[in-house]
């Protein structure tokens, strides 16, 4: 156990922007904690700002890597909380050598992701994003925004944890057929789906939505390979993690109709675009670029979790974290590794 009986131990916040901070500042609104907002991401080049500070706030573009940890272990900090649930950007073995304990926020809101699913489906599905530019441009043309109903359609569920079993609960108001697959199958769940193998669910399908954390087992699970198993014109939508889909292998199915709709909202090589104004520089990603050319693709910047409830909850969690690990060395959502 660390011996880390700091009362007011400093935070700095790497990579804050204006809705995560207003977040933090509502619920610190009792100043119990020290808390010092910066914009910049942390890695290792960065992290000898946090000399000095008990614990590095983070997020899911910071590249909290072996190199970044130990210089924060020699300024002092015992503790990096990340803003998020998933921690594949931290090195948790590097942690775990060097003393610093990690902790993340399970399950902020399931909610969240669950209900921007539906709602990247449903645009997709009623062509409401080509609409919108339409109408602004004054073209009243329907033709082309031609829609399908989810009622004949089987949605394949690919992970049915958190965020996975709110989708399953909301699709099954569409009378669809629901498909889903995980190693743990969730009882409950299984009332309203039909958990089946991962070629099933690909053989089957005319959506898949994936919702499983990035593993060495799920990371380019869709490839070339998998793509071939699945219906021709197959909609698919991720909003787990980037790296789950082979993004070349997705460009030669958007081209040969392989895949008829895609709506992704993280993206492989992210951490060097999202969570940042870029709007006057050139886009040197090439394959991004090729994404954002088929008409059939919808892109977010990784914002399903931004919601009022989301935020609320990383931020209590957050902070919860803090002053558990000041009294005792530990937290409730520190990560076990
Ligand atoms: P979770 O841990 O609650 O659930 C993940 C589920 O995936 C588990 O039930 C697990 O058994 C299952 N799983 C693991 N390997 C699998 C495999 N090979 N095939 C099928 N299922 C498998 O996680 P969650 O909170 O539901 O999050 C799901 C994903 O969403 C994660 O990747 C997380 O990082 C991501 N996420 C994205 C956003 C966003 O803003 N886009 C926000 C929060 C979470």
Do not use: W
């Amino acid at each position: 156990m660390v011996n880390c009986k700091l009362t007011t131990m400093k935070a700095l916040v790497f990579s804050s922007r204006i809705y995560s901070e207003s977040a933090l500042r509502t619920e610190n609104s009792s100043a119990r904690h020290q808390l010092k907002f910066l914009e910049t991401k942390l890695n290792a080049a960065t992290a000898p700002l946090c000399a000095g500070y008990g614990a590095a706030l983070v997020f899911v573009n910071d590249k909290v890597d072996r190199a970044c940890l130990q210089i924060l272990s020699q300024g002092g900090t015992k503790l990096v909380a990340t803003l998020s649930t998933g921690t594949n950007h931290i090195d948790l073995p590097a942690a775990k050598e060097l003393g610093i304990t990690i902790a993340s926020v399970p399950s902020y809101s399931p909610h969240a992701v669950s209900e921007f699913t539906l709602a990247v489906l449903l645009t997709m599905a009623r062509k409401i994003h080509r609409a919108n530019h339409r109408i602004r441009e004054g073209n009243f043309e329907l033709e082309g925004l031609e829609g399908f109903e989810l009622r004949d359609k089987t949605v394949g569920v690919f992970g049915t944890g958190a965020i996975g079993r709110e989708v399953v609960k909301n699709l099954s108001g569409f009378g669809c057929r629901i498909l889903a697959h995980d190693p743990a199958p969730h009882a409950d769940t299984a009332k309203l789906c039909r958990y089946v193998s991962p070629e099933e669910i690909f053989r089957e399908s005319d959506i898949v939505t994936f919702h499983v954390p990035l593993l060495p087992s799920t990371r380019h699970l869709i490839n070339d390979q998998t793509l071939g198993l699945m219906k021709k014109g197959v909609f698919l939508i991720n909003t787990s993690r980037g790296a789950i889909f082979d993004t070349p292998a997705i460009i030669r199915g958007l081209k040969k109709g392989q895949i008829g709709h895609l709506a992704i909202d993280v993206y492989e090589e992210e951490a060097g675009l999202f969570f940042e104004d870029r709007s006057s520089e050139i886009l040197k990603d090439d394959v991004f670029a090729r994404l954002l050319t088929f008409p059939n693709v919808l892109v977010t910047g990784h914002q399903a979790f931004l919601t009022d409830h989301a935020l609320r909850n990383i931020a209590q969690t957050t902070l919860q974290s803090l002053a558990e690990f000041e009294s005792s060395g530990t937290c409730t959502h520190c990560v076990r590794t």
